[in-house]
């Protein structure tokens, strides 16, 4: 599995005896009674594809209410945006949705929503996307991180329009330049190669420069004047890119940084799904600098993958991150499950407060090993945790592998 992991392929499998009539079927297929591991967490709704019994991936054709390995979510539990990564769109719901299947409102990247394909299916970076991989709405601004265009996209608002093109480009020196790093030979502390994550931490905004194996990171928010990052993690200089710095795993490297998210105490979290775990720095670093603690590892020189035993403590590629106060979510994706924590300092082989999608802190099958239900789950790419002062908390999951965003909720 690669950092890139591209979706070139779009087929339909439709759940063994079932008749397929372009209409959603139910999630709510009978399921045991909610496991111990889940804490009062259930789904309140499914979007995209829904398939008790059985794996359906989405028609050629696609529908606003359908997706194509999702990679990304994000919520302030008014709206909800998805990265609609393998159908190169974004998706926004205007209201979060209470029932299984609701359409988006509006399409980005596509002229329409049965349109699909990289670059507006041909049509020109301009108004496409190329397997979009982070989404988030910071003031009042929608950012895209435009993965294989090695960019990242602003709308000045939340577009209410379908085919709202962007107002500006970061990583790019203009809406149809597309290369890797620019087109230069080697990376600048202003250009980008598949900048997968994105985050506004305490006010600065950081990219998860991928294929660069590094973060920038910028001190005063969005930018809009093309300036090049303040910080470089990862990378002794702004212009190296080797994995893990060309040497073992370590302290300051990564292989593949791919989420990001502050700890609530001025701190910042990086998920480094390569080396399959979560680095904390306890103080947002302003210089590239060594980790202070590691989650998921035994130590900060560990990076191993142990896929045929209990997964008590462990994490495979855990390519999802988000933080609330007093909790930290992890979508743990070759496990198949999302982990929570009930502080962002959890290290080591701590032990989750809760699991969601397995039932018990040990398993991780895909769906199970059994089938699709609105409570499994089949490598999660993206999660968002949203916990309001009041009212029902949300945790939206970017089901990739089920072709879907599952919106569960806790009273």
Known sequence: MGAGGGLTVKVQVIAPGSVHTGVLPSARAPAPAEPSTYDGWRPRAVLGAA?????????????????????????DG?????????????????RVPDRDGMPADVVLGQPDEHSEGPAAGGRGPEAGLYLPTGVLVDRGRLVVADAWHHRVLVWDAVPTRTATPPDAVIGQPDLGSVEPNRGQERPEAATFYWPFGIAVVDGRFLVADTGNRRVLGWRDGVPLDGRPADLVLGQPDPHQREENRGGPVGPASFRW???????????????????????????????????????????LEAGTE??????AGRLR??????????????????NNRVVLYDAATATGADRPCAVLGQRSYDANGENRWEQVTADSLC??????????????????????????????ERP
């Not at 309001?388 to 939206?396: D, H, K, M, T």
């Open 317 to 334: 590629f855990p390519y999802g991150l988000s933080t609330v106060r007093g909790g930290m979510a992890l979508a743990d994706t070759a």
């Open 51 to 75: 398939a008790p019994g059985g794996l359906a991936l989405p028609p050629a054709q696609p529908t606003a209410a359908w997706m194509y390995g999702p990679r990304a979510v994000w919520t």
């Open 257 to 299: 940084p791919h989420a990001l998210a502050g700890t609530g105490t001025g701190g910042l979290l990086v998920a480094d799904a390569g080396n399959h775990r979560v680095l904390r720095w306890d103080a947002h670093p302003d210089r590239d600098r060594p980790a202070d603690a590691v989650l998921g590892q035994p130590d």
């Open 379 to 408: 490598w999660p790419y993206g999660v968002h945790w949203h916990r309001p002062e009041a009212g029902p908390e949300l945790i939206a999951v970017a089901d990739s592998g089920n072709n879907r965003v599952v919106l569960w």
């Open 306 to 311: 142990f896929p045929y035993v209990s997964q």
């Open 78 to 94: 008014r709206m909800v945006v998805a990265a609609d990564t393998g159908n190169h769109r974004v998706l926004v719901w205007h």
